[in-house]
């Protein structure tokens, strides 16, 4: 920091300093929601490489990251608390909401999201559980059962792999956290 002082104004150094801590934040965040925050990382990433194009100065890069991350990232924390679902809940919640083809009754949505969240609990809790393939493949089925007659067999494989991708970034170290 203190070469940065040197080298960067006032309006430089605070762009930089809000993007590292809302790459802290959006890391912290990953692992509960991999799809939501990676479009938030995309986002800053996105922002910070028009400015060192110059596209746009320091302050309306500071005006873009607050517009385009830091409030959208209040407004999902407070969207939480209105639909009534955990931060655990959350990541399968916005899973099943982006496929409203699939299904679009939201009572339901919360119902299946707990089905889902008690199956990959029950299979997070064995050792390594992302690293078996017969593991992974009965939390697969388990969650397909959940899902079938609820969600158009055309959009359940697309749902499935998120769902396991999002059991892996969220649950890979569950186990040694309960035992």
Sequence with gaps: MATAKEQKSGNELKLELIRQILNDEIKVRSSKNLVKYRKFKEEVERIIAQYHN????????????????AKPMQEE????????ITQEEEAFYEI??????????????????QKI????????????????????????LAVKKVLRFKVKA?????????????????????GMSVA
Excluded at 58 to 64: K, R
Excluded at 77 to 84: C, F, I, S
Excluded at 118 to 128: H, L, R, Y
């Design 154 to 174: 055309d959009e359940l494989q697309t749902i499935l792999d998120e769902v396991m991708e999002q059991a892996e970034a969220r649950y890979k170290e569950y």
């Design 54 to 69: 110059n596209f746009f100065d320091n302050l309306m890069a500071l005006q873009e990251l607050i517009d385009k991350v």
């Design 96 to 113: 099943l909401a982006n496929h409203p083809n699939a299904i679009q009754d939201f009572d339901l949505i919360k119902e299946l999201v």
């Design 117 to 140: 969240l008690a199956e990959v609990k029950k299979s997070a809790k064995q050792p390594d559980w992302y690293k078996k393939d017969d593991t992974k493949a009965q939390l697969m």
């Design 77 to 84: 924390d407070q969207r939480l608390q209105q639909l009534g």
